[in-house]
C-alpha cells in the first residue's frame, strides 16, 4: 500500500458532479460539484470510514496514510451528473485482480456489511424528516439496501429466493453466497454481467456505508 490515500476522478460528462473513490479502500466515495470539493469531502469521511477498517483489522495500515495521490481521472455517465455517485468503472476497476487482493476487498465489503448491521441495530426507527418532510425511516432504508443488493446478484447467476424482505437469517445466507459467487466468477475472469468484479465489490460497500452514515446523521435516538 502507497503512503497516500490513492483517489480515482469520476468527472460527469457535463461537469455537474465529480465522485472520488479510493479504489484501495471499498465504500469510501464521496461526490461534490468539483473535483477539489469532492476530495475534501471523502477526506472528511476518512474518519468514519476508520471504523470500517477497525472491523477488517486493518485500521493501522489506513490510519498511517498521510495525503492524497490523484492517480486517475475519468470519465462517468449521465447519473454520476445527477447523483454525485460512481457509476463509471476506472482503469483500476478492470485490472485482474490476484486472490490475496480479492480476499481483501471482500473483508472489507464485509466490514462495511457489519457496520451497516450495528448503524441499524441502534439507530431509532423513525429517522430525522428533511425541511419538507421528506426522506425514510430506518426500515425503509433497510428494505432499500438489502434488496437492491438482492438484484445485484443476479448478476452473478444468483436467483433471489424472493421478492420479499429477507429476514436477518437470509441476510447471512445471501451475503455468504454473494461473497462465494464473486469468487468463483473470479476464479474463471468473469465479470458480474457489466459489471466488473472490483467495481461491484466496491458499489455493495458503499451503498451500505452511504446509508448506514445517513441512519447515524438522522437518528433521533438522542435528539
Not at 19 to 27: E, L
Not at 56 to 82: K, N
Not at 97 to 109: A, D, V, W, Y
Request: hydrophobic share 40%; with cysteine.
Amino acid at each position: 500500500m502507497a503512503d497516500q490515500l490513492r483517489v480515482t476522478l469520476e468527472i460527469g460528462p457535463k461537469g455537474k458532479r465529480v465522485a472520488a473513490v479510493a479504489p484501495d479502500w471499498p465504500g469510501l466515495e464521496r461526490g461534490a460539484k468539483t473535483a477539489e470539493a469532492a476530495i475534501e469531502r471523502l477526506l472528511a469521511y476518512a474518519p468514519r470510514y476508520a471504523a470500517v477498517t477497525k472491523l477488517a483489522g486493518m485500521e493501522a495500515a489506513f490510519t498511517d496514510l498521510s495525503g492524497v495521490d490523484v492517480i486517475e481521472q475519468y470519465s462517468g455517465t449521465g447519473s454520476t451528473d445527477f447523483w454525485g455517485i460512481s457509476f463509471a468503472f476506472s482503469s483500476i476497476d478492470h485490472k485482474a485482480m490476484p486472490g490475496e487482493t480479492l480476499e481483501r476487498e471482500l473483508k472489507l465489503m464485509q466490514a462495511c456489511w457489519a457496520f451497516f448491521d450495528d448503524v441499524r441495530g441502534r439507530v431509532s426507527a423513525e429517522l430525522q424528516r428533511g425541511p419538507r418532510g421528506g426522506g425514510r425511516d430506518r426500515d425503509r432504508i433497510v428494505r432499500h439496501v438489502i434488496l437492491n443488493e438482492v438484484d445485484w446478484a443476479k448478476g452473478l447467476g444468483q436467483i433471489p429466493p424472493h421478492d420479499e424482505m429477507l429476514t436477518d437469517e437470509e441476510v447471512s445466507v445471501h451475503r455468504d453466497a454473494y461473497c462465494n459467487a464473486i469468487r468463483a466468477y473470479h476464479s474463471q475472469n468473469k465479470m458480474a454481467k457489466k459489471w466488473p468484479l472490483r467495481y461491484l465489490i466496491r458499489h455493495t460497500a458503499y451503498h451500505n456505508l452511504d446509508h448506514a452514515w445517513e441512519m447515524e446523521d438522522k437518528d433521533l435516538t438522542v435528539k
